[in-house]
């Protein structure tokens, strides 16, 4: 069964610094895996996937994951944060097939202080 | 164009009533997903729809909860006997539902349940 591990449950960096969030997947094959951002009130949206090939990703808002499968990661990397990033992220595995459901980690609260 | 909505967007009521929630896909997507987002915790599926049908109901918690989409575009979560634990934000998404494909899951923004 697949799984997700984001083991920050809060994480709160100055404006202006650089942002790394953890995420650890279980998957018996090569897995599709995704950053999803929620604001309060809000849907989740999608940030970027991997799929295969190019193992760094890039994706919205200056976002990038970089894919390792010998650590079974998937961190997600911002060089510079504004405060806008300020949210819920939730790194999510699915089966390498189209349609499969999602399976998401319990998410990191990204707090961002001047 | 408009993306997936969700009716209604709070809902309160109290320990064992029935309530019904409502997801409205973006137009043409044959598959549906819901997923329940309880305080602190991620997503977790609960029940997913190519077209009519469903073809993954593996992750409804028990047999008070039940979900259809009945002309393949709309659907509608129901719980009978609603109980506290049920508390949640509920989210639908929607995608194309290709096969073969990778196909992006939209989200909603999300109904949230209230049970006292």
């Known amino acids: 069964a697949q799984s997700v591990t984001q083991p920050d449950i809060h994480i709160t960096v100055s404006e202006g610094a650089s942002l790394e969030l953890r995420c650890n997947y279980s998957?018996?094959?090569?897995?599709?895996l995704f950053w999803y951002v929620q604001s309060p009130g809000q849907g989740l949206q999608l940030l970027l996937k991997?799929?295969?090939?190019?193992?760094l990703v890039q994706g919205i808002k200056g976002f990038e994951a970089e894919f390792k499968r010998s650590q079974s990661s998937f961190n997600l990397r911002k060089p510079s944060v504004h405060w806008s990033d300020a949210a819920e992220y939730f790194c999510?595995?699915?089966?390498?097939?189209?349609?499969?459901?999602?399976?998401f980690g319990k998410g990191t609260r990204l707090s961002v202080i001047a | 164009g408009a993306g997936v909505s969700q009716t209604p967007s709070n809902k309160v009521t109290e320990k064992g009533k029935y309530v019904e929630l409502r997801c409205d896909p973006i137009?043409?997507?044959?598959?549906l997903y819901w997923y329940r987002q309880s305080l602190g915790q991620g997503p977790e599926f609960l029940i997913y729809?190519?077209?009519?049908?469903?073809?993954?109901d593996s992750g409804l918690p028990n047999d008070r909860f039940f979900a259809v989409r009945p002309e393949g575009s709309v659907s509608t979560l129901k719980i009978q006997r609603t109980e506290r634990g049920d508390s949640a934000v509920y989210l639908c998404?929607?995608?194309?539902?290709?096969?073969?494909?990778?196909?992006?899951?939209?989200f909603g923004p999300g109904t949230r349940l209230t049970v006292l």
């Open positions: 998404a929607s995608s194309w539902g290709r096969t073969g494909h990778y196909n992006e899951q939209f």
């Open positions: 998957y018996g094959a090569t897995p599709y």
């Open positions: 991997y799929f295969s090939g190019d193992t």
């Open positions: 999510a595995v699915g089966a390498n097939s189209g349609n499969t459901p999602l399976v």
């Open positions: 137009s043409g997507h044959t598959a």
């Open positions: 729809f190519q077209g009519t049908g469903a073809a993954d």
